[in-house]
């Protein structure tokens, strides 16, 4: 109700419990005063002012933002936004889905939700949450670790559920780190309930202002698809040069969740900063380096940056393939900006949420995809063969002239993790 500007207010509240108490088979519930109080204090809610319009988010970001710096430094201010991902999509597909929503369909199989949240110095990047349509793709087989946080529902959607549990989670995170923090986020439909969270304050943009408010929105979710492009084009050049009797085989779900954790490491803090000054929301000071100094006023932005890196794939593609895709990398990047993410939540929605709990049958031990037309899991390498690859990786890096500690070090992470798996 928040995110269609319908204001709540108590007697609201509790002519809404009466009726799911209704619904529940409790007949005698009355939804005292009382109980609104506690109900309150229980989920931390509180009346503010609702803004109405656009023309809000000034005064929104003198008062409210203003009252979070004055708390927070800039590392523990953070934002989270869901984004809709065409997970397959190559640019000779891109006119036939560019623009669709896709409530249900063959499309819709092709779609993943990907919730990011970042502080606003870039610093830290939580793993992403990763939302598909199925539980236990063919894919997943033999898989026990994924660089992302993986839910599945039948729509691909977000849901106040995993939103409340991802939250949590967090909240798990920050208190391990002895940090508080303030999470900024929309008021769509599925930031409707939360736990009882100790070191997370929720701070809610003022409705029908995200597009001008929120950093992810301002090129963060544009530079992460764009590298997630970037990595489904090369990966169909290196198809090519090995010789794959089907270059442009389509990518599973696994291989999409590596994608997605690549391409979210691969978007810098400078990013990120420019982001959210961009949303003015005047988190970190300007401070004017060497570089800048020495700017001459023709450096690309990041969006402009990330554009050029995906056309010179998209170039080589063509070039390799022979076919011209006629599409430009705007609407590529563009293709799933209009994706559903989430569904508004009915009263039934919310009932059913709360039986399956009491039931606990939110999840299907044989949710297994059959409709997974892209090949079978890898087959499994023995822990010692693991160790031969690593050693040999470590031999290829020693002749690179970049290679640099960063890398070595990932390399010798990898070989005593595998070593204790086999020797112990």
């Known amino acids: 109700m928040r995110a269609t500007n319908v204001p ?35 989920h931390g809610i509180t009346l503010t002012t609702q803004m109405n319009d656009n023309n809000d988010a000034n005064e929104w970001r003198q008062n409210k933002m203003k009252e979070i710096l004055e708390k927070y430094a800039p590392e523990d201010i953070y934002n989270a936004d869901e984004a809709g991902l065409f997970f397959q999509l190559l640019p000779d597909r891109t006119l036939a889905f560019k623009g669709e929503k896709c409530y249900g369909g063959k499309k819709s199989k092709q779609t993943l939700t990907v919730l990011l949240c970042t502080n606003s110095t870039g610093t830290h990047r939580i793993q992403p ?44 995170e920050m208190k391990k780190r ?47 698809k764009g590298y997630y492009r970037k990595r489904l084009v090369d990966s169909i050049l290196v198809n090519f040069e090995n010789k794959v009797e089907d270059p442009f085989k389509a990518v599973n779900v696994k291989e999409a969740c590596d994608n997605i954790a690549g391409s979210w ?14 949303a003015d929301l005047c988190v970190m000071e300007d401070k004017k380096s060497d570089n800048d100094e020495n700017s001459t006023g023709n450096d690309l932005s990041d969006d402009q940056e990330c554009v050029l890196h995906i056309k010179k794939s998209v170039s080589q593609l063509e070039e390799t393939s022979g076919k011209k895709f006629g599409i430009s990398i705007e609407d590529y990047l563009t293709a799933d900006d209009d994706l559903m993410v989430f569904a ?37 390498l023995s822990s010692q063969e693991a160790l031969q690859s690593v ?10 002239p ?3 500690e960063e890398h070595f070090r990932a390399l010798d992470s990898m070989h005593t993790v595998l070593y204790l798996n086999h020797y112990y």
């Open 8 to 42: 709540i207010n108590g007697p609201l509240l509790c002519a809404k419990a009466r009726k799911f108490a209704a619904m529940l088979g409790n007949e005698t519930f009355k939804a005292s005063t009382g109980w609104l109080m506690r109900f309150r204090d229980r």
């Open 129 to 172: 949450l990763v939302i598909g349509k199925s539980l236990k793709p063919r894919c997943f087989k033999n898989v026990k670790s994924l660089p992302v946080e993986y839910k599945a529902n039948k729509k691909a959607w977000m849901t106040s559920k995993f939103f409340s549990e991802w939250l949590q989670k967090l909240d798990n």
């Open 178 to 224: 002895k940090k508080k923090i303030v999470l900024l986020i929309d008021n769509c439909g599925a930031h409707t309930s939360f736990p009882k969270l100790q070191n997370i304050e929720i701070a809610f943009f003022p409705a029908n202002c995200t597009s001008i408010l929120q950093p992810l929105d301002m090129g963060i979710i544009k530079c992460f």
């Open 265 to 278: 490491w691969e978007v810098t803090e400078k990013t990120i900063q420019n982001c959210w000054k961009k």
């Open 344 to 380: 508004e939540v009915t009263d039934e929605d919310i009932l059913s949420e709360i039986t399956d709990e009491i039931g606990n049958n939110d999840e299907d031990d044989d949710d297994i995809d059959d409709d997974d037309n892209t090949g079978p899991s890898q087959s499994l």
């Open 391 to 400: 050693n040999s990786l470590r031999t290829f890096f020693s002749s690179l």
């Open 402 to 404: 970049s290679t640099n």
